[in-house]
């Protein structure tokens, strides 16, 4: 197999490359990747609108605070 960052000659079972001493990573296609990697954008949004939906809840739970005195 050949080192994908340099190119060079490399046996499978080196850890790193002899030539420019990058980690040996055999890609593996059938490896489940993390979705939020792929769809950063995507990762951003459920995570604002799981802020928001925590900032709505803390709204109507003062609501209902103030509702009781
Ligand atoms: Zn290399």
Redesign the pocket.
Same mark, same amino acid.
């Given at each position: 197999m050949k =080192?994908l960052? =340099? #190119?060079?000659e490399?046996h499978e079972s080196d850890l790193y =490359?002899a030539? =420019? #001493?990058?980690k040996n990573e055999i890609p593996s296609p059938t490896e489940e990747r993390n979705p939020d990697e792929i769809f950063p954008t995507a990762y951003k949004i459920r995570k604002a609108t799981r802020k928001i939906t925590f900032v709505i809840a803390i709204i109507v739970a003062i609501f209902k605070i103030l509702g009781k005195i």
């Amino acid at each position: 197999m050949k =080192c994908l960052h =340099c #190119g060079a000659e490399m046996h499978e079972s080196d850890l790193y =490359c002899a030539n =420019c #001493g990058t980690k040996n990573e055999i890609p593996s296609p059938t490896e489940e990747r993390n979705p939020d990697e792929i769809f950063p954008t995507a990762y951003k949004i459920r995570k604002a609108t799981r802020k928001i939906t925590f900032v709505i809840a803390i709204i109507v739970a003062i609501f209902k605070i103030l509702g009781k005195i």
